[in-house]
Nanobody, 125 residues
Framework: QVQVVESGGGSVQAGGSLRLSCVIS?????????MGWFRQAPGKGREEVAAAASDGRTRYADSVKGRFTLSKDNAKDTLDLFMNNLEPEDTAIYYCAASNGFCNIAVFTGVSKYWGQGTQVTVSS
């Protein structure tokens, strides 16, 4: 059974920083994979924040470029999201996801995923 577990998050003031961590545990067989962070703000749909593939390729939503940075460890099946210069608009539940299958960054949007339970990030003005 595969589990995706997030940690980190919390409450900060605008301009502050947070780090989110994600780890895949269990019998996860895909060495060529993708992992990503998504978020859902109250009353809005879920959106992709950033994603990384095991070949080193990454992508970021325009709203977080220059502020958020990913760090993926393929050996440990982890994905950290470093969030700097946070804005109130970043307030959301953040979810980590891992591809349920072999993946490259170009197809990550459409592949089946394992999802974590989510972690709350709140940014106050």
């Amino acid at each position: 059974q595969v589990q995706v577990v997030e940690s980190g998050g919390g409450s900060v003031q605008a301009g502050g920083s947070l780090r989110l961590s994600c780890v895949i545990s269990g019998d996860y067989p895909y060495s060529t994979n993708c992992m990503g962070w998504f978020r859902q703000a109250p009353g809005k749909g879920r959106e992709e924040v950033a994603a990384a593939a095991s070949d080193g390729r990454t992508r970021y939503a325009d709203s977080v470029k220059g502020r958020f940075t990913l760090s993926k460890d393929n050996a440990k099946d982890t994905l950290d999201l470093f969030m700097n210069n946070l804005e109130p608009e970043d307030t959301a539940i953040y979810y980590c996801a891992a591809s349920n299958g072999f993946c490259n960054i170009a197809v990550f949007t459409g592949v089946s995923k394992y999802w974590g339970q989510g972690t709350q990030v709140t940014v106050s003005s």
